[in-house]
């Protein structure tokens, strides 16, 4: 078996590490990933400049591809040159943050597995819910282990052609983990979400941010399950159709 590894906070990031290790009993892992952290990359993908794909050994002894691209480019050139064109599985974290309800669009990592989907492959994206400014702090390893089992199982049980599945995992002691949950998409909606300051000659400039909205989360949804100490399981599709509206819109006069 071919694993495609990447993940949006480059591939010096303690997590990737941690999924490396456990992907490696499953079979031939490609750890193919952004040279640099690129959070909050969305699917961005490279157009017009090239891209550089980068044999590397870490620090830590493991090998891998740093690509000067965003996290879809490394899906993208994992596949097509370091693994040509030959992988049955993409795994993108473990990310250092939780990526939930609306935040799926702005996710790096999320997007790099959308990019597996997209290529007919299946596709995990993985999660820890902290938002740590120290990844050395976190215990990736309940997560690592977690997807490894679900990796076996995703294989065993193939899901249909683009779609993939989002996981999440609380950032607690494994013995504090309340089993898992497969969930829909939850809401996440931020508040004050630009801070104005001045620079030195007076002109305004913006840190965008924000806090997350005190809300009632949704049950059943994947906000709600790790609130839970539940480990959230999310299949997701490609098409983001809102089929409800459909027959609404063609009632409007629009000809
Ligand atoms: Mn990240």
Redesign the pocket.
């Known amino acids: 078996m071919r694993i495609l590894l990447t993940?949006?906070?480059g591939i010096y990031?303690p997590?990737i590490h941690a999924m490396k290790r456990a992907l490696d009993d499953l079979g031939n892992v490609f750890m193919v990933a952004p040279e640099r952290?690129?959070?909050?990359a969305g699917h961005s993908i490279t157009l017009h400049k090239p891209l550089r794909v980068t044999a590397m050994t870490l620090p830590n002894g493991m090998k891998g591809h740093a690509v000067s691209g965003t996290p879809t480019d490394s899906v993208t050139l994992g596949l097509e040159i370091v693994m040509e064109g030959n992988c049955d599985l993409v795994v993108s974290g473990i990310?250092?943050?939780a990526?939930l309800g609306w935040d799926l669009t702005y996710?790096?990592?999320v997007a790099a597995a959308f990019e597996g989907a997209v290529l007919g492959m299946p596709a995990i994206a993985v999660?820890v819910t902290a938002d740590s400014v120290s990844p050395e702090s976190i215990d990736f390893l309940p997560a690592a282990q977690f997807i490894a089992r679900l990796a076996r199982q995703l294989l065993a049980d193939p899901l249909p052609r683009h779609t993939f599945l989002n996981v999440n995992v609380p950032n607690v002691p494994a013995e504090e983990l309340l089993g898992v949950t497969v969930t829909h998409q939850g809401r996440r909606e931020y508040v004050d979400r630009i801070v104005k300051r001045l620079d030195p000659g007076g002109r305004p400039y913006y840190w965008q941010g924000g806090s997350l909205r005190e809300d009632v989360p949704d049950p059943g949804s994947d906000v709600h399950a790790v609130l839970e100490n539940r480990i959230s399981v999310t299949p997701v599709q490609l098409d983001l159709t809102d089929y409800v509206l459909i027959d609404r819109l063609r009632g409007w006069e629009l000809a």
Request: charged share 20%; aromatic share 0%; proline share 6%.
């Open positions: 993940n949006d906070d990031a997590g952290p690129r959070s909050a990310n250092n943050g990526n996710s790096g990592t999660s």
